[in-house]
Nanobody, 118 residues
């Protein structure tokens, strides 16, 4: 079981920035890392992910404002969030996904609250 520990959430005014970090208990070098978020009353959604090769993918709502990055040497993934909006308010979860013998596995962090005030 992969353990993920997130940090960096908090309260920020609209237009501000936050940086989320996620530390994994095992090597992430061959795994897809992602950030998801869940706002009250809504389903959890993918915000951004990054492959082992460094290819990134973002939900349209955050393109140009958020940047996902990974540090395989330290088994961490980060999400730099700029120009934050009140609609970015949610619990943000780190996710790691990998495939073994054709079976997909994934693990979640405990979540970190991000609140953007208007």
């Amino acid at each position: 079981q992969v353990q993920l520990v997130e940090s960096g959430g908090g309260l920020v005014q609209a237009g501000g920035s936050l940086r989320l970090s996620c530390a994994a208990s095992v090597s992430i070098s061959r795994k897809v890392m992602g950030w998801y978020r869940q706002a009250p009353g809504k389903q959890r959604e993918l915000v951004a992910d990054i492959t082992s090769g460094g290819n990134t993918n973002y939900v349209d709502a955050v393109k140009g404002r958020f940047t996902i990055s990974r540090d395989n040497a330290n088994n961490t993934v980060s999400l730099q969030m700029n120009s934050l909006k009140p609609e970015d308010t949610a619990v943000y979860y780190c996710n790691v996904a990998w495939v073994v013998a054709g079976v997909k596995y994934n693990s979640w962090g405990q979540g970190t609250q991000v609140t953007v005030s208007s």
